[in-house]
């Protein structure tokens, strides 16, 4: 299960190419670290392959073993990515006590600081995706964006950022991101500006259009979904049961499924929503896409789940998670046609990272020009979702069903990762 060390860290690559890097994290517990650190895995484009966890709730030791992803995203930052995954582990690691003792306000991470990217230049294909690409490079979060285009062919976009380095109010770090960003943009811009967003812009983060009734069915109709899904390839290949037989302390949570990127966070960010702790779980990922699962856990008072109904509820959220982790529409909206695309919140207020890449280098892929979008929550059915809504033009609204089918699973293949 890897190599004993003293960091928390731990980081050991492969001596052959295609073998995969093993990353050891070894550190003091906390409620739904293992979410937590799995979202950042995903954030730097890799795959689990397998994975081991452990934990006594004082101290866990997690081991993955994964791959890149790569998708043209340039080297991988593996120092990056150990010095996030140190940051997420409880400081009281280093001094040798129970984080468990720290009140919730020391462990809430403060709000980061809100940053207006705002740019003017002339629009080609893929100019969107390739500035997501650079912000997503340099570490820079994209909380909402509004972008727009003029019948002249200019485009006015409007990024609300945040910046996992808390390095964006000095000097150095916008004029590296000024470069990165010309670049892309070319000799055809006539403005790149950032400056901090006042509480006014701030606000607006949360504000968003109200998604249509019909829109509403589409995509978090429960039983309109279940019945889409009735027949798929994933549907039959899923399973999830619960034995309480096998632990006197434990439930064992046994899941098979056709594995999709992020499997891992989905799972344990469902967990994590639903309250349940894993004290020990092994992950396998097969050669023909095939992943099992085996999960120890207990509620969050410690005990077995025992209520039927319970099993039932966690069982359902989690087949749901697993076959439709996003939604994907593509409806009408007057002349234009708009792609819609709606992932759930973590009850900690965190979205899914890369989506809003996923979405613009797939309309790059199928050569699709973007001519407005938006990033917004809402709350349905007393949940939180971020939702993505992208205006394709109005050349796009005469599409034939088959042409709609293409842009919906191109989307739809790229955020799982089975493009």
Not at 43 to 69: A, E, H, Q
Not at 249 to 261: E, F, S, W, Y
Not at 327 to 342: F, H, K, N, T
Request: proline share 4%; aromatic share 6%.
């Amino acid at each position: 299960m890897g190599v004993p060390s003293d960091e928390v860290v731990q980081i050991q690559h492969p001596d052959a190419a295609d073998d995969p890097t093993v990353v050891t994290v070894s550190c003091s517990d906390k409620t739904g670290l293992g979410c937590d650190l799995c979202r950042v895995v995903l954030l730097f484009g890799l795959n689990i392959l397998k994975g081991d966890m452990s934990t006594d709730g004082r101290w866990c030791y997690i081991v993955l073993w994964v791959v890149p992803r790569r998708r043209g995203r340039g080297p991988m930052a593996w120092d990056l990515l150990k010095e996030r995954l140190v940051e997420l582990c409880p400081a009281a690691a280093s001094f040798g006590f129970d984080s468990s003792y720290l009140e919730p306000d020391d462990l809430a991470p403060a709000t980061p600081q809100v940053f207006l990217l705002k740019f003017c230049c002339f629009d080609r294909m893929g100019l969107l995706h390739d500035v997501t690409r650079v912000l997503c490079e340099m570490e820079l979060t994209i909380r909402r964006v509004k972008v727009s285009t003029t019948p002249d062919g200019r485009v006015m976009d409007l990024f609300f950022i945040t910046d996992a380095r808390e390095l964006l109010h000095t000097k150095n770090r916008r004029e590296e991101a000024y470069e990165r960003l010309q670049g892309v943009l070319g000799d055809s811009v006539t403005s790149c500006e950032i400056d901090s967003a006042t509480e006014d812009m701030s606000s607006c983060i949360q504000a968003s259009a109200l998604l249509s009734p019909h829109v509403l069915e589409q995509m978090f109709d429960i039983d309109l979904i279940e019945g889409q899904l009735s027949h798929s390839r994933s549907n039959s290949c899923l399973s999830v049961t619960m034995d309480n037989s096998l632990s006197p302390v434990h439930t064992l949570i046994q899941i098979q499924c056709v594995d999709h990127k992020g499997l891992v966070y989905d799972i344990m960010r469902t967990l994590k929503d639903c309250n349940i702790q894993i004290s020990y779980g092994r992950f396998y990922a097969g050669q023909k896409g095939r992943c099992e699962l085996d999960l120890f856990a207990v509620q969050s008072d410690g005990k077995k789940i025992l209520d039927q109904q319970k099993q039932r509820t966690l069982s359902s959220r989690l087949r749901m998670e697993l076959l439709r982790p996003l939604r994907v529409a593509l409806v009408d909206r007057g002349p234009d046609m708009e792609l819609l695309v709606a992932n759930p919140v973590e009850v900690s207020g965190k979205g899914r990272p890369l989506v809003f890449y996923d979405i613009t280098l797939a309309l790059k892929n199928l050569h699709k020009r973007i001519f407005l979008a938006e990033i917004g929550r809402h709350v349905v059915d007393d949940r939180e979702w971020e939702v993505y809504r992208v205006h394709l033009g109005e050349h796009d609204h005469e599409l034939s069903c088959s042409a709609r089918s293409k842009i919906v699973d191109g989307v739809m293949n790229m955020l799982m990762g089975w493009d």
